[in-house]
């Protein structure tokens, strides 16, 4: 299903019982900053909704998108996270280089999150360009850092279901 002429960002709140002993982190890239604030915003908004304390919140800033795995890394190991947020945005330029950074960091993002089998989020945006990016952060297309606290939230509550053995019980 396309999304072209969607707000996907309307996503329901997530919430259970031990919420109140989460820790998440929110790493997000100061490159390309005016894109990247306005979805860590909506990303600690969702957070709050779903009855986070902004005392459960980390906020991370890392140089830019690249550095999003190492910054995920460190807060799995130095701050005790539960779940984190990457959150960044790689615009096309005239080189390669868009390529590689965009493959390295979704393989980065990938491997700490099996290395510590936790949720890690994806929310990198690759656009076209600037106009592309500012549509996904709070513009037309809704706010992907809404979306991106949206699916460490489910994976959380699955990953709790899972461990209390509630997904497997019969309906």
């Known amino acids: 299903m396309s999304s072209a002429h969607q707000n996907l960002s309307g996503v329901p709140l997530v919430t259970f019982p031990d919420a109140k002993h989460l820790r998440v982190a929110i790493v997000y890239a100061r490159w390309n900053e005016q894109?990247?604030?306005?979805?860590?915003s909506a990303a600690d908004e969702y957070l709050s909704a779903c009855g986070l304390s902004q005392e459960q919140i980390l906020h991370v800033p890392v140089p830019g998108t690249y550095e999003l795995p190492a910054g995920a890394q460190a807060c799995f190991e130095e701050a005790s996270c539960d779940a984190v947020i990457c959150i960044g945005c790689v615009i096309q330029?005239?080189?390669?280089?868009?390529?590689?950074?965009c493959q390295g960091v979704t393989?980065?993002?990938m491997e700490v999150m099996i290395k510590y089998a936790k949720p890690v989020a994806f929310g990198v945006l690759t656009t076209e360009?600037?106009?592309?990016a500012m549509d996904r952060c709070g513009g037309k297309h809704?706010?992907?850092?809404?979306?991106a606290a949206y699916t460490v939230m489910d994976m959380l509550h699955t990953m709790h279901k899972l461990r209390k053995g509630e997904l497997f019980k019969s309906k």
């Open 35 to 40: 894109v990247t604030l306005a979805m860590s």
């Open 93 to 101: 330029g005239e080189t390669r280089h868009f390529d590689f950074i």
């Open 107 to 109: 393989n980065g993002i």
């Open 129 to 132: 360009n600037l106009q592309q």
């Open 142 to 147: 809704g706010n992907k850092g809404t979306e």
